[in-house]
T-cell receptor, first 116, second 116 residues
Framework: SAVISQKPSRDICQRGTSLTIQCQVD?????MFWYRQQPGQSLTLIAT?????????ESGFVIDKFPISRPNLTFSTLTVSNMSPEDSSIYLC?????????????FGPGTRLTVL | AQTVTQSQPEMSVQEAETVTLSCTYD???????LFWYKQPPSRQMILVIR??????QNATENRFSVNFQKAAKSFSLKISDSQLGDAAMYFC?????????????FGKGTKLSVKP
């Protein structure tokens, strides 16, 4: 498995501002993913963070709203831009571990975002 | 497109008893993975159990086991000797085995309560 940390663990933000969430892994990973979990809902994939290239976004999510960086094999950031109350959610990053062929994703602890 | 359905929004079990959570999925693929994740109130997504579609043998992890019926596209989770710490949301998830489709597709979840 992998040890994954996220910063911040929670935040309360004002409408119209932006927040950058960091995801750090203790080992090199091929694939990193960002999910959104709206209150009382399941998880929805926002994008796949690719090292050295643009992120791949799912339908309904755009780069201008959710810019993602992946500068190396252990780190990624997700920015929630120009926030509105509808962006209040838990944001989770997940990773797949290199080499073990496990095809299993492990999740970070999540970032709880509240937009006022 | 693949879909995952959890038809039980809530379930309840007496401590030390056994409970089964249902999950069905729809796919045209022959090779894939299925997972059960647990999300306690701390919101950390914890992998419970994993099943490869090409394996006929049902996966088992201590008190957790699955009943994988590939033809019926069914993947239920059995929790034996339920403990208070098992209380959580349980999500069933699907992942394609091929190519770059590494993202997980989640069901809506089942909230499990454990009564002392």
């Amino acid at each position: 498995s992998a040890v994954i940390s996220q910063k911040p663990s929670r935040d309360i933000c004002q409408r119209g501002t932006s927040l950058t969430i960091q995801c750090q892994v203790d080992s090199q990973v091929t694939m990193m993913f960002w999910y959104r979990q709206q209150p009382g809902q399941s998880l929805t994939l926002i994008a796949t963070a690719n090292q050295g290239s643009e992120a791949t976004y799912e339908s309904g999510f755009v780069i201008d709203k959710f810019p993602i960086s992946r500068p190396n094999l252990t780190f990624s950031t997700l920015t929630v831009s120009n926030m509105s109350p509808e962006d209040s959610s838990i944001y989770l990053c997940s990773v797949e571990v290199i080499g073990a062929g496990t095809d299993t994703q492990y999740f970070g602890p999540g970032t709880r975002l509240t937009v006022l | 497109a693949q879909t995952v359905t959890q038809s039980q929004p809530e379930m309840s079990v007496q401590e030390a008893e056994t409970v089964t959570l249902s999950c069905t999925y729809d796919t045209s693929e022959s090779d894939y993975y299925l997972f059960w994740y647990k999300q306690p109130p701390s919101r950390q997504m914890i992998l419970v159990i994993r099943q490869e579609a090409y394996k006929q043998q049902n996966a088992t992890e201590n008190r957790f086991s699955v009943n994988f019926q590939k033809a019926a596209k069914s993947f239920s989770l059995k929790i034996s000797d339920s403990q208070l710490g098992d209380a959580a949301m349980y999500f069933c998830a699907y992942r394609s085995a091929g190519g770059s489709q590494g993202n997980l597709i989640f069901g809506k979840g089942t909230k499990l309560s454990v009564k002392p």
